[in-house]
Nanobody, 127 residues
């Protein structure tokens, strides 16, 4: 069974940091784009960051540029999202997703064809 499992979420104070992990099982990550998506309470999902299959290309939503870093380790079949300078607006359920096709790479509104989602990990930023 193909799965993505996220971990690393939690409660953190404003200004704090977290590192989210995503482990793939049942398939290998190396042919896929990995996209982190988040969904805040009462809002729709929004993409946060994406990394291309060879790891050489990364793109970020404007609201996380300079604060978040996406990475991947295909040998370990894992992906990561390093989050710094967190603020309450970052509170959301964060999902790791697998994407085969997309358009608009590098723009503010890329379109992803999501193929597989993890169950999500909760990030809460509060004092």
């Amino acid at each position: 069974q193909e799965q993505l499992v996220e971990s690393g979420g939690g409660l953190v104070q404003p200004g704090g940091s977290l590192r989210l992990s995503c482990v793939a099982s049942g398939f290998t990550l190396d042919n896929w784009y990995i996209v982190w998506v988040r969904q805040a309470p009462g809002k729709g999902p929004e993409w946060v960051s994406a990394i291309n299959p060879d790891g050489g290309g990364r793109t970020y939503a404007d609201f996380v540029k300079g604060r978040f870093t996406i990475s991947r380790d295909d040998k370990e079949n894992k992906a990561y999202l390093e989050m710094l300078s967190l603020n309450p607006e970052d509170t959301a359920l964060y999902f790791c997703t697998r994407v085969e096709k997309l358009t608009g790479w590098g723009t503010s509104s890329p379109k992803f064809e999501y193929d597989l989602w993890g169950q999500g990990t909760q990030v809460t930023v509060s004092s």
